[in-house]
Nanobody, 119 residues
Framework: QVQLVESGGGLVQAGGSLRLSCAAS????????MGWFRQAPGKEREFVAA????????YYADSILGRFTISRDNAKNTVYLQMNSLKPEDTAVYYC????????????WGQGTQVTVSS
């Protein structure tokens, strides 16, 4: 099992930036990919971005393409999500997750960090 702890959320005005961090511990040697998801009030959880742990391949949702950047520090077992040009619709709880196989639903999840973007 992998333990995940997110940090870096907060309140920011539209157009501002935040950087989220997700620190992994536990059975990290088998990690292949780590993803960021978000859930806004009254909405389903949605995929935001993911990064391959070894090759560093990145994947983004269309809604944040060009504004968010995912990166990793393998030595620190930490993944980052740099969020620029934030919009009120980016307001959500952001979670990092490691899938089991290719299935995030049965993988390991952090507790989430709140991001609120004011207009």
């Amino acid at each position: 099992q992998v333990q995940l702890v997110e940090s870096g959320g907060g309140l920011v005005q539209a157009g501002g930036s935040l950087r989220l961090s997700c620190a992994a511990s536990g059975r990290t040697s088998g990690m292949d990919v780590m993803g960021w998801f978000r859930q806004a009030p009254g909405k389903e959880r949605e995929f935001v971005a993911a990064i391959g742990w070894n090759a560093g391949s990145t994947y983004y949702a269309d809604s944040i393409l060009g504004r968010f950047t995912i990166s990793r520090d393998n030595a620190k077992n930490t993944v980052y999500l740099q969020m620029n040009s934030l919009k009120p619709e980016d307001t959500a709880v952001y979670y990092c997750a490691v899938p089991k196989g290719s299935d995030y639903a049965v993988g390991d999840w952090g507790q989430g960090t709140q991001v609120t973007v004011s207009s």
